[in-house]
């Protein structure tokens, strides 16, 4: 059974009321949360602010294969509660079936076409909720798809292999939600990334002492050598790979003949700046 203080945490996300008037709402309803919401509606005291200037950076992120496509999505709430939800989840899964049924190539006009979706999910769980993203990712008959989802919905990853191995690419999406890189090879990398890192390297450089007197050619191979150090762990193929550590990416890869095409990695809320609560600091506030 949850205590006092997780019923009051669960009622407050849920209605923006004080810890206060959440406190005296549960002790008035026997600790029920529903009905402490109907208490703090009919009191007057749930806040009515309007939900479009709500922060959603709660949610759930999820990929959908329909043979040779497949959609990888990102929806989100105000709170974790609301995200754990059976209403929540089917709205993801409605989503995600809408989107790859429009085939839509944009977020506005996804947006457009699940719009009755959200309007009547907005009303059910009194939220604001928000399609933040999505990617329609299409393979060859000749390609494989991986995808995994993680932490119920924290991370979902999307993989496309040039062979169809259903195994390797499995565990690439495993690796890739765990290891989040950016690129899948040193090829990928922008050239205004890496001198953007070069310029970095050489301030740092500079301002250290032991290689102040080093040979310009010396200076500039300890530099790149800094930068390439960098960018590897970020680069997919450079990373030791999750299920045989042993490994590099691209030695795992090398064995089986395979190649990745391309990647889609979504963490949900990642980018998004979200309200800081301290709430035991906000407890002990409100009881001296």
């Not at 989503?95 to 989107?99: F, K, L, P, S």
């Given at each position: 059974m949850a205590s006092m203080i997780e019923l009051i945490k669960e009622l407050r996300d849920r209605t923006g009321a004080g810890m206060m008037d959440c406190k005296r709402a549960l002790e008035a309803t026997n600790s029920d949360v529903n009905k402490a919401?109907?208490?703090?509606?009919e009191k007057g005291i749930a806040k009515a602010?309007?939900?479009?200037?709500?922060?959603a950076a709660e949610g759930l992120a999820s990929v959908k294969v329909c043979g040779n496509k497949a959609c990888i999505a990102e929806v989100n709430c105000e709170t974790d509660f609301v995200s754990k939800g059976e209403k929540f989840h089917k709205l993801v899964d409605d989503?995600?079936?809408?989107?790859l049924a429009s085939n839509v190539k944009d977020i506005d006009a996804a947006k457009d076409v699940t719009k009755s979706l959200f309007t009547d999910a907005t009303v059910s769980m009194g939220e604001k909720l928000d399609y933040r993203r999505f990617e329609i990712v299409e393979k060859a008959a000749d390609q494989g798809f991986g995808s995994y989802i993680?932490?119920?919905g924290k991370i979902a990853t999307?993989?496309?292999i040039d062979k169809d191995d259903a195994e390797l690419a499995k565990g690439l999406a495993m690796h890739i939600a765990a290891n989040a890189p950016k690129y899948v090879s040193d090829k990928d990398v922008p050239a205004a990334t890496i001198e953007h890192e070069k310029a970095i390297a050489l301030e740092q450089a500079k301002a250290d002492e032991k290689l102040k007197n080093k040979p310009e050619n010396v200076l500039q191979g300890i530099i790149e050598g800094k930068v390439r150090k960098l960018l590897?762990?970020?680069i997919l193929s450079s990373q030791a790979y999750l299920l045989d550590p042993d490994k590099s990416v691209a030695q795992a890869l090398k064995e089986k003949g395979v190649n990745v095409v391309k990647f889609v990695r979504y963490a949900v809320g990642e980018g998004i700046e979200k309200r800081v609560d301290n709430f035991a600091e906000e407890v002990m506030k409100e009881v001296k």
């Open positions: 919401i109907d208490w703090l509606r602010q309007a939900k479009a200037s709500r922060i989503v995600i079936d809408a989107t993680h932490m119920g999307l993989v496309v590897s762990e970020s």
